[in-house]
């Protein structure tokens, strides 16, 4: 059986091809009504299927966004590549996925095969952002909208979260229940020291501990963002004789993962030892006990990193449109750090 074709299309229609792409493209130009329908009726009959890539080669642009996230495995991720997703149907658009697994290679890898593949632009987690990825872009004129970090280069174009602040929120709410200190579960060596998520939750923690007059030297543990291996971390800290009143983690999994190594130990959560988190990934209301944690508003978010990607006034040199979306953060109270 031949392909069915524009020009079948037209011919059934009655109309020109031209017309015939407007009405699939919605645009650029406007189809009167009964024009419109006729076509739509035409394509019904004839089974007709644009060719989207034939659409890409002339319009050198997909109706795909690509994102690329350090490790979909872990939930605050995964929230948030779904976040996306949704964003994306919102807008005509598909997202393309890609796990970088805190590789710097792996995350050029996907850079250049989705703008091989000509998506509408990247949405990019970046863990450390590197000079191999940026040639990429900018050989490709891409559009890049950085998530969950803070910019440093790709034009500013970012939606982020006050993380800073977050981290504050939380270190104080713990010290004001009355422990002497809060301990913090940090990153690893590898985390970069500016712009980083992770990064920015060490500072706000540092922030509110001096800003209690407490002491932070040899309270900062390293350890990595999953829960399995912060659980182990966990269980050398909280069986030690140093073991602190409160701990701070920098994100949800870690703190899950705390909560578990202090089960194991017979320790109890608030009662001996307070724990807060950050992300509010959803599974962290249903930890025993339920976390205290920082939230944003990761669905706005997402959808401003869409309305970012797909916004071409942002490639006019010189344009005034806001570039930099900060997000506040919340506090979400549970019983984990002593609260009822």
């Known amino acids: 059986m031949a392909k069915v074709t524009r020009d079948d299309v037209a011919r059934l229609a ?25 076509v739509l009726a035409a394509i019904k009959e004839l089974g007709y299927r644009p060719d989207r890539v034939a659409q890409a080669m002339a319009s050198r642009r997909t109706d795909l966004i690509g994102m690329i996230v350090p490790d ?21 658009k598909m997202v393309l996925v890609g796990n970088s697994d805190y590789v710097p290679d792996r995350e050029v890898h996907y850079v250049r095969a989705f703008l ?14 590197n000079d191999l990825a940026a040639n990429e872009i900018e050989a490709w004129d891409a559009r890049v909208v950085l998530l969950h970090e803070r910019p440093e280069a790709i034009d500013d174009v ?37 712009g980083d998520p ?54 949800d999994d870690q703190a899950i993962g705390v909560l578990r190594a202090a ?7 608030p009662g001996e030892l307070a724990v807060a988190g950050f992300d509010d990934v959803k599974e962290a209301g249903l930890t025993d006990p339920p976390l205290t944690t920082v939230a944003a508003d ?25 570039r930099l979306k900060l997000f506040p953060s919340r506090l979400v109270l549970r019983q984990s750090c002593g609260c009822a």
């Not at 979909?72 to 005509?92: D, I, L, N």
């Not at 970012?158 to 579960?185: F, K, M, N, P, S």
């Not at 089960?263 to 959560?269: K, S």
Request: hydrophobic share 40%.
């Open 14 to 38: 009655g109309t020109s091809t031209a017309v015939v792409s407007y009405v699939i493209n919605n645009g650029p130009r406007p189809v009167a009504p009964a024009t419109r329908e006729r």
């Open 298 to 322: 990761r669905p706005a978010m997402a959808r401003a990193a869409v309305d970012l990607v797909l916004d071409d006034s942002l490639r006019v040199a010189g344009s005034r449109r806001e």
């Open 263 to 269: 089960r194991e130990l017979r320790i109890d959560v």
């Open 116 to 129: 091989g593949m000509r998506v509408s632009g990247l949405i990019l987690v970046s863990h450390g952002f």
């Open 72 to 92: 979909a495995r872990q939930p605050f991720f995964a929230e948030m590549t779904h976040a996306v997703e949704q964003a994306a149907s919102e807008r005509g």
């Open 158 to 194: 970012a939606v982020v979260t006050d993380d800073i602040g977050g981290a504050q929120l939380a270190t104080r709410h713990l010290l004001e229940h009355g422990h002497e200190y809060v301990a913090c579960v940090g990153g690893t060596a590898d985390t970069p020291s500016v």
């Open 198 to 251: 992770v990064s920015d939750h060490v500072e706000g923690w540092r922030r509110a501990m001096k800003e209690a007059g407490r002491e932070t030297e040899g309270r900062l543990f390293e350890a990595p963002y999953n829960r399995y291996d912060a659980y182990k971390v966990a269980l050398g800290l909280l069986s030690g004789p140093d073991r602190p009143p409160a701990i701070f983690c920098s994100t």
